[in-house]
């Protein structure tokens, strides 16, 4: 099985650099043509199924990325994005010190008060990528977010945090996993501007 894993197009929240963790923000008109561009990237793959966070962008990069109708998108809450309490809506720049360094390197600095935990990612992230698995697709996609993203990286690079921090994946950013009988391989990377 292959999996695909995206990170949305871009919104005007990705934009004007403010953090969009649970937001229902929608793509704007670069992220409309990011996904379009991903799409023709990977020529005609048919995917079995395609996955999506409830939230809209993500429901949209993946049905144009997957060649399907939006009602056609499987939601699973399970890759929604980080939610980022107080710091929803927030310029990346101006977020303080503790979220500052959380968000850098959450392998040394904790999460900041209400906003979501590594260790909560890595949770929904492994559980839903395990039932991915337990199906016979072919080629599946998931349509995700950038902090989330991080973690479902994690575990099929197999890493022992349960995270592949850095690099950042851009939008519309497809990472391309081989799962075998449990046994994972890191394909490529598709980027598009």
């Known amino acids: 099985m292959k999996i695909w894993i995206t990170r949305h197009g871009q919104t005007r ?44 962008r993500a429901i949209m990069t993946g049905a144009i990325i997957g060649g399907v109708d939006p009602s056609e998108v499987i939601i699973d809450k399970r890759i929604i994005e980080a939610d980022f309490g107080n710091y929803e809506q927030k310029n990346y720049y101006l977020l303080g010190p503790s ?14 008060p209400k906003v979501e935990t590594i260790a909560s990612l890595r949770r929904r992230s492994s559980e839903f990528l395990r039932e991915v698995e337990s199906r016979d697709y072919e080629n599946v996609l998931i349509s995700c977010h950038g902090g989330i993203m991080r973690a479902l990286t994690g575990y099929m690079m197999d890493k022992p945090n349960g995270i592949c921090w850095r690099p950042k994946p851009h939008n519309c950013e497809i990472r391309v996993f081989s799962s075998e009988n449990g046994r994972h391989s890191y394909l490529e990377t598709i980027k598009v501007n």
């Open 13 to 56: 929240l990705n934009k004007a650099r403010l953090m969009q963790g649970l937001t229902d923000e929608p793509l704007n008109e670069k992220g409309l043509e990011q996904a379009r561009m991903a799409r023709q990237r990977i020529g005609d793959v048919h995917f079995d199924a395609v996955y999506a966070s409830p939230l809209n």
């Open 99 to 112: 979220m500052t360094l959380y968000w850098a390197l959450p392998e040394i600095f904790p999460a900041p």
